[in-house]
């Protein structure tokens, strides 16, 4: 209990970092953010609203795994932004999309397309980790017997 526990607030501590960090440094250098997410091989009107859309649920996949009531839907929001993330770096290592501009930001943009997939499959599977351990912990059966005073409750 105490060991799954300490491992939900590590990997909520991990997903707020890698969230805070890469929606901060979209909004602090948003001219290229907007520029890059234009280029990419999607419709006009759906990358206009990606351009919003991205930001704003990195930090609020980063508030809800905060809070014990909203962790396991914040950990399947992560488990499916990282997933399509995981997605589109593999399409575009098969080369199945033309040149693709990385519109990560801060440091996380100097990474390869291959490191971008490590980084974020180890993500995805920090999420599907954290779907898993909190699931078991808000779906944990409670005793309708208390051993100690021999009542039921």
């Known amino acids: ?21 890469a929606s901060l440094s979209k909004f602090l250098d948003w001219r290229t ?3 890059e997410m234009a280029h990419q091989p999607l419709p ?9 859309i991205v930001p704003f649920t990195e930090i609020a996949i980063s508030v809800s795994v905060i809070f014990e009531r909203t962790r396991l839907l914040g950990f399947y929001a992560s488990l499916v ?9 593999a ?9 693709i501009p990385c519109s990560c930001g801060g440091v996380i943009k100097r990474l390869t397309w291959p490191e971008h997939l490590v980084l974020n499959s180890f993500y995805t599977g920090l999420s599907a980790l954290g779907v898993v351990l909190q699931r078991k912990k808000v779906l944990k059966p ?6 100690q005073s021999n009542t039921f409750v």
Do not use: D
């Open 1 to 21: 209990m105490f060991k799954r526990q300490v491992l939900l607030e590590c990997i909520s501590a991990l997903l707020i970092l890698l969230f805070v960090y």
């Open 33 to 35: 953010f907007n520029r």
């Open 44 to 52: 006009h009107t759906l990358t206009r609203l990606l351009v919003w």
């Open 81 to 89: 932004m990282m997933g399509l993330f995981t997605i589109y770096t």
């Open 91 to 99: 399409i575009v290592l098969m080369h199945l999309l033309p040149f």
């Open 142 to 147: 409670k005793p309708i017997f208390h051993h």
